[in-house]
C-alpha cells in the first residue's frame, strides 16, 4: 500500500517482487555487472586468456594450428616444437581455463566450456576456420570444438587421447566439487620457500615430488608457485574423464589424426585403439604411432611430431581465414621477430621448468 496525497493505492500482489525473486535479481544484476555477460553465460572473457599467436609471414594465408595443453600443463608444453610448426603455420598457443596464466572462471571445466572458450578467443583474433591439435585431455577441447563448431574447424589431431569415456569416478560431482573446495582452502597460490609449496602441494594433489618440482614457478614477487591449480585440476579430471565423444567422433566430417604414443606408455588403452580404428566414421582418420615416444610425444619426439604433424597438415586444404584486420585489444601486445609477428595476450609468459613425464 502506498500514500500519495489523500488517494491510497494497493499493489496488485502479482506485481510485487517477493524477497526471494528480488535477492535473486539484485544478485544477477550485480555478477553483470561486475563479470561481464560473458562470465554471467559461463564463457570466459578472451582478454583474460593468456595466449601467443606466431603469425607466419613468409606464406600468403598460412593455415592457422591452434595447440591445445591437457591437464596440469600449460601453453609451454609446446615450446619445443613451435618453431618448427611456425615455419610452415601460424600458430596459436594459449592456456585453457584456470591454466598457467589465464583465469578460472566457475566450477564448469567440462570439454564443452573449454571449447567456447576457444571460440571466444578466436571471435576476439578475427579468426574464422583453424586447425586444432590438442594433447591428452586438450585433445576433447578440440573435439568438443568440432562438435560445436563443425564449420570453423578444418582438421583435427588427437595427440594420445582417447575417446570414450573413462570408468565410472569413484565420486559424484556434488563430492568432486566439495574436495576441489576443500583442497581450494588448503594451500595458498604462493609460498616463501620452494621446499614449503612441495610439501604442501604433495599433500593436495598426491603427486611425487620429482614430478611437483617441474612445475614450480617463481612469480614476481619472488615467491614460489604452482604453474597449475590443484583444485581446477580436480574439477577438469572429473568433467572431461566422464565425457564420452564416440557419438561425435562418428559424426565428424573433418580430416583427423589419431596420433598415438608407444603402446607401453600411451594413454590409449590397446582395447580402445583397436575398436577406434574399426568405427566407421563420416570423415577419414590417419593413425600414427610413435614407436619409443610416451604420453607427451611432442617433448620426447619433437621431429618426428613436427614431420608427422606437417604432413597431415600440408595435405588438407589451405585455411581461407586468417588473422585479419587484427589491432591489440585489452591485454594484447604485439612484437616483431624477423619473419614472424609474435602476439601475446596478457603479457610475456614466464620461463618453466619443462621436464617429460609419463602419462597425466
Known amino acids: 500500500m502506498s500514500d500519495f496525497g489523500s488517494k491510497v493505492y494497493m499493489i496488485p500482489r502479482k506485481t510485487r517482487i517477493q524477497p526471494t525473486r528480488r535477492l535473486i535479481f539484485f544478485l544477477l544484476a550485480y555478477m553483470t555487472l561486475a563479470c561481464g555477460l560473458d562470465a554471467l553465460a559461463g564463457v570466459l572473457d578472451p582478454a583474460k586468456i593468456h595466449y601467443r599467436y606466431i603469425q607466419n609471414k613468409d606464406i600468403q594465408n598460412a593455415p592457422v594450428l591452434v595447440l591445445i595443453h591437457g591437464l596440469k600443463g600449460t601453453s609451454q608444453t609446446f615450446d619445443g616444437v613451435l618453431p618448427s610448426l611456425s615455419k610452415n603455420f601460424s600458430v596459436l598457443v594459449y592456456d585453457q581455463r584456470g591454466h598457467g ?46 562438435e560445436i563448431f563443425p564449420r570453423r574447424t578444418q582438421s583435427l589431431i588427437l ?28 594451500y595458498q597460490p604462493s609460498y616463501s620457500t620452494k621446499e614449503e609449496l612441495l ?21 614476481p614477487q619472488g615467491l614460489f608457485e604452482l604453474t597449475f591449480k ?23 566430417t573433418q580430416p583427423v589424426l589419431f ?25 577419414k582418420t590417419q593413425f600414427v604411432e610413435i614407436a619409443g615416444a610416451d604420453h607427451s610425444i611432442h617433448k620426447t619426439h619433437p621431429e618426428r611430431f613436427v614431420e608427422v604433424v ?20 585489452y591485454g594484447d601486445s604485439l612484437e616483431e621477430a624477423g619473419s614472424e609477428s609474435i602476439i601475446f595476450g596478457l603479457g ?9 613425464r609419463k602419462l597425466f
Not at 570414450?164 to 582452502?185: F, N, R, T, W, Y
Not at 606437417?310 to 585479419?324: D, G, P, R
Open 199 to 219: 610439501n604442501v602441494a604433495q599433500k593436495v594433489t598426491g603427486d611425487s615430488v620429482k614430478y611437483l618440482e617441474r612445475k614450480v614457478k617463481t612469480n
Open 159 to 186: 595427440e594420445d587421447m582417447g575417446i570414450k569415456a573413462g570408468s565410472d569416478p569413484m565420486l559424484g560431482k556434488d563430492e568432486i566439487l566439495k574436495k576441489a573446495h576443500e583442497v581450494q582452502l588448503s
Open 259 to 283: 596420433l598415438t604414443a608407444d603402446p607401453s606408455y600411451s594413454a590409449v588403452s590397446r582395447s580402445e585403439y583397436f575398436s577406434i580404428k574399426k568405427m566407421k566414421r563420416s570423415g
Open 101 to 146: 596464466q589465464t583465469e578460472e572462471l566457475g566450477l564448469e571445466y567440462g570439454p564443452h566450456s573449454l571449447a567456447r572458450d576457444l571460440a571466444n578467443l578466436l571471435d576476439h583474433l578475427h579468426m574464422d576456420r583453424v586447425h586444432l591439435l590438442g594433447h591428452s585431455f586438450g585433445a576433447k577441447t578440440a573435439l568438443a570444438f568440432a
Open 230 to 252: 590443484p583444485h581446477v585440476s580436480i574439477l577438469y579430471h572429473y568433467f572431461c574423464r566422464k565425457e564420452d565423444f564416440v557419438e561425435a567422433w562418428m559424426d565428424l
Open 310 to 329: 606437417t604432413q597431415f597438415l600440408e595435405v588438407q586444404s589451405s585455411s581461407s581465414t586468417i588473422l585479419s584486420d587484427w589491432s591489440p585489444g
Open 348 to 356: 610475456p609468459e614466464p620461463k618453466e621448468n619443462g621436464v617429460r
